[in-house]
């Protein structure tokens, strides 16, 4: 599975767009780029995931670039409740090459949101 | 449907003692996942059940670690004669989508071994 490398920490004013960076230069064709996110004491939530396509829903942005390379997660109004640790998280599909579908997390990015 | 759960929140332990934490998934979901997360770190898997079959454990999960599924519903992880490098947040998780890696994750158990 290809590794990704994030920023350690991140400060974002609060109001403000919020653009998390994601390295992932190894990624393979079928691989998905996920993001998830895990507030203070509580279990990673779901945020978005991405193929090759950008991808937007009710909780943030998803931009992949053309060369698959490299991706970046907006939040586009950062509210207090947003600080949290980011992971993006690269993966196939479940059952290929053998995956069962397990995440491998790294540390993230901490994103401090500011009033 | 209020999402995953885990039982208990929080477990204090002397060392040597066996522990047992639950978790009920999302009624519907076939998979079930168990991570592991100390303090400063991502979660790291443990284990994954599909349905009732434990088709997949990391090597994290030693000896005194075990993982049930019984009738594909809820999961136990009993850690036996527990040590002070097994304090950690136990998550669990799961999922129904067929490829999917959206996984829905329980609050954790934080075990604490003295």
């Known amino acids: 599975d290809a590794k990704t490398t994030q920023p350690t920490s991140m400060d974002c004013a609060e109001g403000r767009a919020a653009n998390l960076p994601c390295n992932h230069s190894t990624i393979s064709g079928n691989e998905y780029v996920y993001w998830y996110r895990q507030i203070h004491s509580q279990g990673p939530q779901y945020i978005i995931h991405g193929l090759k396509n950008n991808e937007t829903n009710e909780m943030a942005s998803l931009i992949i670039t053309e060369d698959r390379k490299s991706s970046t997660l907006i939040l586009p109004h950062a509210t207090l409740r947003d600080t949290a640790v980011y992971y993006c998280?690269?993966?196939?599909?479940?059952?290929?090459?053998?995956?069962?579908?397990?995440?491998?997390f790294g540390k993230g990015t901490k994103l401090s949101v500011k009033p | 449907d209020t999402g995953v759960s885990q039982d208990p929140r929080h477990k204090i332990t002397k060392r040597g003692q066996n522990v047992t934490f639950r978790c009920d998934p999302i009624?519907?979901?076939?998979?079930l996942y168990w991570y592991r997360q100390t303090l400063g770190q991502g979660p790291e898997f443990l284990t994954y059940?599909?349905?009732?079959?434990?088709?997949?454990k990391s090597r994290l999960l030693s000896d005194r670690f075990s993982a049930e599924r019984p009738k594909g519903s809820f999961s136990t992880l009993e850690i036996q004669r527990t040590e002070q490098g097994d304090s950690a947040m136990y998550l669990c998780a799961s999922s129904a989508r067929r490829g999917s890696l959206e996984a829905f994750f329980g609050q954790g158990t934080r075990l604490t071994v003295v």
């Open positions: 009624s519907e979901h076939n998979r």
């Open positions: 998280i690269v993966r196939g599909p479940v059952n290929y090459g053998g995956s069962q579908g397990n995440l491998i």
């Open positions: 059940f599909q349905n009732e079959a434990q088709l997949e």
